[in-house]
């Protein structure tokens, strides 16, 4: 009996109740698509703040202090301080490593061209590894450094190869020296050929880089690098993190460890590698945070005012249904229903159209949502799973809601005034 | 007495058409915070790219050691601002060190990534030194350095994670008599910094290096692109996100409309019954919609531009104390788009009235 009315009612007026559904939908999309790209947008942002550049620099643990102007160092080579290059990949070991999109051993050293020194860096460009587990990872300064711009071709160092003498070499150097892709230079008594041309604006286009095996066979240092270069994926600094770990509690030292904070990264770089120190770089790690902030915030701001008139919306229109039946509950009551089957009847009827509504609504939302991600981030958004079931159910609240205080009204007026229409 | 017809409709149905004004009114709302949010973002969030410092940095060219020191006023005469830098290395403890020069004031605006304990300015007689400089030397805030025998007062102690860590950062002067750069007339930086607004960027530079013929004017990439791609994704996904949710609150208010005038066919019925022109109907409809419409996009206005106001002061605090923030120019579009959808939804119902029958509709049917 109580089934059948429920759907009675709806096949009664299939009209008004689809326009009652299309306004729930519709107020569950908006709140949807909303929520979708704020949840995602965060990781989508930091991604291509990563164009920035390394964020972490690691370094010898120097007993001496580095004198070096615009790459060129004027410290007397006598004790030198390294990180062994074998030791460079368990960068990627640490408990973060799906964090770190990049990282680049660097071999410094110093070339006489022309009369005039020029710093000279031995990098990996792009180099294919095996990571702990057996799966293929890829390191070196294009995982870093992704955009630079290069006019030739990047070296191809996938495979070790310290016979290939060639060169890319930074913007500056080549204008002073009249280089072109595909000339030579002599660097180190060595015949090298130009690669590629790097133009960055930054300090590397005063800069040579050659493979880093070749410059370790030149100078004589095998194994051996003087920095790293790191690129990771943080969350923001908040006071949290400004604490010093060494005085956290147990408890909260974990936190800071699991939370892929710049300085717990840090950190966990130097567990693996002890002879090294990791600092962040502050000027790309502290903005590249405060960027995010505001974005994350400004975009859950908006979602809650989304929120809120989605809710609005959904709690209105039920309202305005129960409002309208006012005459079909007088009858029900007339005819000896009790407030408690008539309640039970619409609220029952109420929760579906929410339940339909806010299922239609939050497809429609996911889609939409997806749609922004690939129109402007050019891959779809990942949205939790959890998000539809969760927007379905408070669609069925807002209608419940929204269609209990007129109903309690409805109940309360005495059947006979409410037949003859009025308040 | 059709305005007395309007008005008492409205008076009658107060629950009903509250409902369909608070609809209203929301969308409203939300369409004036979105659009106030949207126009403004790009200023706000090219403001928070000012903390990565310089994204113009010109340089010695070709066998030059030096930047003449008038690309700063250069510089500045482009509206950006601008810092020289000087380069070289001192003795401290007879250990070499590198000592860096600039011109304090005019660096704050560009070394705000430095986190300093201390001051983040030294006068004459006074000097910075990197965190690594400090840990190696055993250093503290307020003791006295000797610098190539001259001895400064340490006013803070930097750390960047760069290049600072391991300097000694006096003023421009003394770094420029240390490293014995020519005075007067034709003083010289090893580099300038500079910091142009994103949007002047290419203008700025190509004016610089057609005036430094003899410098190397370089645009840093990382930073100007990094910057113009994340305003230009945040722009997009504002405008998407803002288009969407405008267009389905339209349809949703615009069924809310419908339903205003479908509701009423009895209304109708007995108008046509006692003699009333469809157009006259169709009019009373119109105007009560309008009545409707315009008070909520008034009071929707009101409520976005204080929501906006609101999130830009939650968000971005800084540029909230230069009293901008809401963007008035959003009222018409916004008042616009209300009344047109107020109508549109209207007149679509309206169309009903001509097909109803007094008869048919009084009986109950």
């Given at each position: 009996m109580f089934l059948r009315f429920v759907s009675q009612s709806i096949r009664r007026s299939p009209r008004r109740k689809a326009m009652t559904v299309a306004a729930v939908a519709m107020g569950t999309a908006v709140a949807t698509a909303m929520l979708g790209v704020m949840l995602d947008i965060g990781d989508r942002v930091n991604r291509e703040m990563r164009s920035l550049g390394a964020n972490l620099m690691v370094t010898p643990k120097a007993q001496s202090l580095p004198v070096e102007i615009g790459g060129i160092s004027y410290r007397p080579v006598s004790s030198q301080d390294y990180i062994p290059e074998d030791q460079v990949q368990k960068i990627k070991s640490t408990f973060w490593q799906l964090n770190i999109t990049g990282f680049e051993p660097v071999l410094k050293a110093v070339a006489s061209l022309s009369g005039r020194n020029v710093p000279v860096e031995g990098v990996w460009f792009r180099r294919g590894l095996r990571g702990a587990d057996g799966s293929a990872l890829e390191a070196g300064l294009r995982t870093v450094n992704g955009k630079w711009k290069v006019d030739g071709y990047w070296i191809d160092d996938r495979?070790?190869?310290?016979?290939?003498?060639d060169a890319m070499v930074g913007g500056a150097v080549a204008r002073r020296l009249g280089v072109k892709p595909g000339d030579t230079l002599q660097l180190f008594g060595q015949q090298f050929t130009v690669s590629g041309v790097i133009s960055t604006g930054g300090e590397e286009e005063d800069r040579i880089f050659i493979r880093l095996e070749v410059l370790q066979r030149l100078v004589n240092r095998r194994n051996q690098v003087d920095a790293v270069q790191v690129g990771a994926l943080t969350k923001p600094e908040d006071d949290f993190a400004r604490k010093d770990p060494a005085k956290m509690t147990p408890k909260e030292y974990d936190r800071w460890y699991c939370t892929p904070y710049i300085s717990s990264i840090a950190h966990q770089i130097e567990e693996v590698l002890p002879m090294a120190a990791a600092r962040p770089i502050w000027r790309v790690a502290d903005n590249e945070g405060k960027v995010l902030d505001k974005i994350r915030g400004l975009m859950m701001l908006i979602t809650l005012a989304a929120l809120a008139s989605a809710g609005l919306t959904v709690w209105s229109v039920m309202a305005t249904t129960v409002l309208e039946r006012r005459g079909e509950i007088a009858i029900m009551q007339a005819t000896g229903a009790g407030n408690g089957l008539v309640a039970a009847l619409f609220s029952t009827e109420v929760a579906l159209e929410g339940a339909i509504g806010g299922l239609i609504g939050s497809w429609v939302g996911l889609l939409l949502a997806a749609w922004v991600g690939r129109a402007v981030f050019q891959t779809a958004l990942e949205t939790p799973a959890m998000l539809g079931p969760v927007v379905v159910g408070a669609a069925v609240l807002a209608a419940v809601a929204g269609a209990a205080q007129p109903l309690r009204r409805a109940l309360l007026l005495e059947p006979a005034v409410a037949l003859r229409g009025g308040e | 007495m059709f305005w007395t017809f309007v008005l008492r409709a409205v008076q009658f149905r107060k629950r009903r058409l509250t409902l369909a004004f608070a609809a209203l009114a929301v969308s409203a709302t939300l369409a004036t915070a979105l659009f106030s949010v949207y126009s403004d973002i790009e200023r706000k969030m090219r403001v928070q790219f000012r903390g990565f410092g310089a994204n113009?940095?010109?340089?010695?060219?070709?066998?030059e050691e030096t930047v003449p020191l008038t690309a700063v006023a250069l510089a500045e005469r482009q509206g950006a601002v601008a810092a020289p830098f000087i380069y070289s290395v001192g003795r401290v403890e007879s250990e070499p060190v590198v000592v860096a020069g600039t011109d304090f004031r005019r660096a704050?605006?560009?070394?705000?990534?430095?986190?300093?304990?201390?001051?983040?300015?030294?006068?004459?007689?006074?000097?910075?030194?990197?965190?690594?400089?400090?840990?190696?030397?055993?250093?503290?805030?307020?003791?006295?350095?000797?610098?190539?025998?001259?001895?400064?007062?340490?006013?803070?102690?930097?750390?960047?994670?760069?290049?600072?860590?391991?300097?000694?950062i006096v003023p421009f002067d003394i770094a420029a008599h240390l490293a014995g750069f020519p005075e007067g007339g034709k003083a010289a930086a090893s580099l300038v910094q500079v910091r142009a607004d994103g949007e002047r960027?290419?203008?700025?530079?190509?004016?610089?290096?057609?005036?430094?013929?003899?410098?190397?004017?370089?645009?840093?990439?990382?930073?100007?692109?990094?910057?113009?791609n994340v305003v230009l994704k945040i722009r997009s996904t504002l405008f998407l996100l803002t288009a969407l949710i405008l267009a389905i609150t339209t349809l949703c208010v615009s069924t809310n409309f419908s339903a205003l005038v479908l509701e009423r066919s009895k209304e109708i019925g007995i108008l046509k019954a006692i003699g009333a022109a469809e157009k006259k109907i169709a009019a009373l409809f119109l105007s009560e919609s309008l009545i409707l419409g315009v008070g909520s996009a008034a009071a929707g206005y009101g409520v976005g531009l204080f929501v906006a106001w609101w999130i830009g002061r939650q968000i971005f605090p800084e540029s909230a104390a230069a009293g901008i923030g809401v963007d008035y120019g959003v009222f018409?579009?916004?008042?616009?788009?209300?009344?047109?959808?107020?109508?549109?939804?209207?007149?679509?119902?309206?169309?009903?009235?001509?097909r109803i029958k007094p008869a048919v509709t009084l009986r109950g049917e």
């Open positions: 495979d070790r190869n310290d016979d290939k003498l | 113009i940095v010109i340089a010695p060219s070709g066998g704050g605006p560009l070394t705000n990534y430095w986190r300093v304990d201390g001051s983040r300015a030294a006068g004459p007689g006074e000097c910075l030194v990197g965190a690594n400089v400090a840990a190696h030397f055993r250093l503290k805030l307020g003791q006295k350095l000797e610098l190539e025998g001259v001895p400064c007062t340490i006013r803070g102690v930097v750390s960047s994670g760069g290049a600072e860590d391991a300097q000694v960027l290419a203008s700025v530079q190509a004016a610089l290096a057609k005036q430094l013929p003899g410098a190397d004017v370089r645009l840093l990439h990382a930073v100007a692109e990094t910057e113009a018409l579009p916004v008042t616009g788009v209300t009344l047109a959808m107020a109508t549109a939804a209207t007149l679509a119902a309206a169309a009903r009235i001509w």
